[in-house]
C-alpha cells in the first residue's frame, strides 16, 4: 500500500505560478510511473501530467502543454508539478496517483493508477 501526500496548492492571481509535491509515506515512488490529475466541481477527473519510473518520459494534457512540467526527484523520493502561467481555468483540486508496478510508460488514464491522494486545492482568480 502506497499512500501520498500532496502539498503546495493555494490561492494565486492569473499569471502566476505555483509548485506541487507529491511524497509517500514510507515508501519509494521509484520505478512507478507518477502522475497528476485534477479535478473541477461538476467535471471529470482531466489527466494533466505524468513522469515514468526513471524520469525519462513525461505526458502532458493538452491544456497544461507549455506551461506545466513535471518532474521527480528520486533522492528525495519526491514528484513536483510546477505550473507557469496559471488561468482561472486551472482551478480545480490537484490528484497526484502512483502506479502498482514500476514503469518506463507515463499512462494517461485515471485508471492506470493504483493509488491516489487525497489532493490539493489550487484556486486561481482573474
Known amino acids: 500500500q502506497v499512500q501520498l501526500v500532496e502539498s503546495g496548492g493555494g490561492l494565486v492571481q492569473a499569471g502566476g505560478s505555483l509548485r506541487l509535491s507529491c511524497a509517500p509515506s514510507g515508501r519509494t515512488l521509484t520505478p512507478r510511473t507518477m502522475a497528476w490529475f485534477r479535478q473541477a466541481p461538476g467535471k471529470e477527473r482531466e489527466f494533466v501530467a505524468a513522469i515514468s519510473g526513471s524520469g525519462g518520459n513525461t505526458g502532458y494534457g493538452d491544456s497544461v502543454k507549455g506551461r506545466f512540467t513535471i518532474s521527480r526527484d528520486s533522492a528525495e523520493n519526491t514528484v513536483y508539478l510546477q505550473m507557469n502561467s496559471l488561468k482561472p481555468e486551472d482551478t480545480a483540486v490537484y490528484l497526484c496517483?502512483?502506479?502498482?508496478?514500476?514503469?518506463?510508460?507515463?499512462?494517461?488514464?485515471?485508471?492506470?493508477?493504483?493509488?491516489w491522494g487525497q489532493g490539493t486545492q489550487v484556486t486561481v482568480s482573474s
Open positions: 496517483a502512483s502506479t502498482f508496478f514500476s514503469s518506463s510508460r507515463p499512462y494517461t488514464e485515471a485508471d492506470d493508477y493504483a493509488y
